[in-house]
């Protein structure tokens, strides 16, 4: 599948993307990319987004330093969604938890 044939949602184009850790498969964490955000993505190594709050460009890591090695890029078979397969260095999230997803979901 090419960056063309993505399915991209709302004004400014995003599609979310998945972070899984490429050696543990830990889902780290749930971003939005745009194209711009997906070719620096391929062409650097280094995983980039577009931040919604901020809208903005973003590289992971830019202010952390918890940059994340991008193993490989897929696209899920409906085109409308993204994984990031990284090597993270350092925590994923903002609260310094390794996954965004560390919050236990009670009924």
Not at 50 to 74: A, Y
Request: glycine share 8%; charged share 25%.
């Amino acid at each position: 599948m090419k960056l063309t044939d993505l399915r991209l949602e709302g004004e400014k184009g995003l599609v979310p993307v998945v972070v899984q850790d490429a050696e543990t498969k830990e889902v780290l964490m749930l971003a939005y990319a745009d194209l711009e955000a997906l070719r620096l993505t391929m062409e650097t190594g280094l995983a980039h987004f577009w931040s919604r709050s901020r809208k903005k460009l973003w590289l992971k890591g830019e202010e952390s330093g918890n940059f994340q090695n991008v193993v490989e890029v897929r696209a899920d078979c409906d085109g409308d969604a993204v994984l990031y397969i990284v090597n993270p260095k350092g925590p994923a999230c903002h609260t310094g938890n390794k996954s965004c997803f560390h919050n236990p979901l009670k009924p």
